[in-house]
């Protein structure tokens, strides 16, 4: 049989190189080697980010982009495993219509991406397209913001949290949570509060963790963050913490009664309601994609409990953990066709946002990225044979089209003939 090509000055490569989980009988990498040099000896790199705490400008650590993007086809690698025949199962393996497989380079943040694959546009179920739709929003999110603010007016952050056990349902859980929410936007002492506050609109987030790994484990844990547009009118000097203080013990009151009678129970005094400041809705908005760090929503690596994508982490780092897929299954069919953002109406078009569907933002391209290179079907083949797509995506950031080249070289399938002997 003849040797699989592994070229000879394809000794250094970016350490940050990594394929995702292999099919043995199928994996072909063995002239790909992660050696923390330079690719073809070029001193060619990605652009690292910092990490800033938008509060104190404190530099958190060093954002690697390229490294976390590998990371996430290999969780999407994961979630596939658990969603047969779902989009999510297709997403970036399937070449859409008519169109070519391009490989393209951000200008600006010296990323690459792929062109002219299929996505899912899933935020819930792909860790890939989450990501990319993650940090699309929050971009919006933040325009919003910055036009509110340069108004007069100014955005805090509520945060509403219900009671939940270990043994409840996810579905059911959301379907009582959605009643009280309905129940407390329509009371007359929120509205009045509201009103006080000078809100004009607002946006609202859906996230959820899960509680398996802690002491108490109280389950699936479902909670909406609402940013609150407020304070126009003359109404900015109100928002003292005192009467923060009165504000949310008034409303905590509505929310307290509207989970009651929505067969929740009540919540806690301190964890049921919580109604902060700006400088609290920033930095939650900060961290709303950071594309690299996957720290938004249920794509965030959650400091008590897991979110879905840690579900993913869990069972990549241990096949024996048979609860993380089914966890993980769960969440992602019946989160499937749910909103993750929420904006009141009229508000997009008050701060002129564009309306585009997920699936839209999932499929846009960078406005300042250039095209490396075209890949044939044949060695597309190759790449998922390989496991190759972050792969492809790493080597044309660090290296260069040139690098490309030698590495789909490199996982070329043998002819058959030659396999037979």
Same mark, same amino acid.
């Given at each position: ?13 970016? +350490? ?130 910055? #036009? ?21 349902? &996810?579905?059911? &859980? ?10 407390? =936007? ?23 963790? $899960? ?33 923060? $203080?009165? =504000?949310?013990?008034?409303?905590? #009151?509505? =929310? ?5 009678? #929505? ?24 961290? =709303? ?12 690596? #959650?400091? $008590? ?36 953002? $929420? ?18 933002? +999932? ?6 990225? %250039? ?9 597309? %083949? ?36 030659? &396999?037979?002997?």
């Amino acid at each position: 049989m003849a040797e699989s090509f592994a070229p000879q000055n394809l000794a250094k490569y970016p +350490s940050h190189v990594s394929a995702e989980p292999a099919r043995p009988q199928l994996a072909r990498t063995d002239g790909l080697r992660a050696s923390g040099a330079d690719s073809l000896g070029t001193n060619a790199k990605y652009k690292n980010r910092a990490q800033i705490d938008p509060e104190t400008g404190e530099i958190l650590g060093i954002v690697d982009p390229m490294g976390s993007r590998v990371q996430r086809f290999i969780l999407q690698a994961v979630a596939r495993k658990f969603l047969p025949k779902t989009r999510t199962d297709k997403c970036l393996m399937l070449r859409q219509k008519g169109k070519d497989i391009e490989v393209w380079k951000s200008k600006e943040f010296k990323t690459a991406s792929y062109a002219g694959l299929q996505t899912c546009g899933s935020v819930w179920a792909c860790p890939v397209c989450a990501a990319k739709i993650a940090e699309r929003r929050r971009a919006e999110i933040q325009a919003a913001m910055a #036009a509110h603010q340069a108004a007069g007016g100014c955005v805090n952050m509520l945060t509403l949290t219900c009671p939940h056990q270990r043994t409840d349902n &996810l579905g059911d &859980l959301l379907a009582k949570q959605a009643k009280a929410l309905n129940a407390f =936007w329509s009371d007359r002492v929120a509205k009045v509060v509201f009103d006080e506050m000078g809100n004009i609109g607002q946006i609202r987030a859906l996230e959820v963790t $899960h509680g398996r790994l802690s002491p108490s484990n109280n389950g699936w844990h479902p909670h909406y963050h609402v940013l609150q547009f407020g304070g126009l009118n003359g109404r900015l000097s109100a928002f003292n913490p005192p009467q923060m $203080h009165e =504000w949310q013990s008034r409303l905590y #009151a509505v =929310w307290a009664r509207c989970c009651v009678r #929505a067969g929740l129970g009540e919540p806690s005094a301190a964890h049921g309601l919580k109604l902060d400041d700006g400088s609290k809705a920033a930095k939650y908005v900060s961290k =709303w994609g950071l594309e690299d760090e996957m720290t938004k929503g249920h794509t965030k690596k #959650a400091l $008590h409990g897991e979110t879905p994508f840690d579900f993913l982490r869990s069972y990549l780092a241990d096949k024996e953990d048979k609860q993380a897929g089914a966890l993980f299954k769960e969440f992602a069919e019946t989160f499937k066709g749910k909103r993750q953002l $929420h904006w009141s109406k009229g508000l997009k078009k008050r701060y002129a946002i564009g309306e585009k569907t997920d699936e839209e933002v +999932s499929q846009e391209q960078d406005d300042q990225a %250039r095209l490396l290179g075209s890949i044939t079907l044949e060695q597309w %083949r190759d790449v998922l044979a390989a496991n190759g797509r972050g792969n492809v995506l790493s080597l044309a950031a660090s290296g260069g089209w040139e690098v490309v080249l030698i590495y789909l070289t490199s996982i070329k399938r043998l002819p058959k003939i030659e &396999l037979l002997v």
